[in-house]
Nanobody, 121 residues
Framework: QVQLVESGGGLVQAGGSLRLSCTAS????????MGWYRQAPGKQRELLAA???????NYADSVRGRFTISRDNAKNTVSLQMNNLKPEDTAVYYC???????????????WGQGTQVTVSS
């Protein structure tokens, strides 16, 4: 079993900051890419940022320059620093990781349970 647990969501005023963290636990041999998604009510889940196993980040246009993704491979953790938050950033935020549970096994995509971020105007 593999679990991804997010933390750090909450309520913040526009212009404020939040830092989300996500830790993977369980039987893990290797983690490849990790990422953050969000889903607002009535909208599709969208990819915000991803980071390779080697630490190279990529961002959606909507968050580039405001959000920063990072990872700690020793702790199986991925974080998302969110600055200059806007009301339109309000959504449930999910982490995602491409995990190999055993040597030689396939990589599978694992998801966290989600954490609510609400930005008030």
């Amino acid at each position: 079993q593999v679990q991804l647990v997010e933390s750090g969501g909450g309520l913040v005023q526009a212009g404020g900051s939040l830092r989300l963290s996500c830790t993977a636990s369980g039987t893990i041999f290797s983690i490849n890419a990790m990422g953050w998604y969000r889903q607002a009510p009535g909208k599709q889940r969208e990819l915000l940022a991803a980071i390779t196993g080697g630490g190279s980040p990529n961002y959606a246009d909507s968050v580039r320059g405001r959000f920063t993704i990072s990872r700690d491979n020793a702790k199986n953790t991925v974080s998302l620093q969110m600055n200059n938050l806007k009301p339109e950033d309000t959504a449930v935020y999910y982490c995602n990781a491409y995990i190999q549970r055993h040597i030689g096994s396939y990589f599978t995509t694992c998801w966290g349970q989600g954490t609510q971020v609400t930005v008030s105007s």
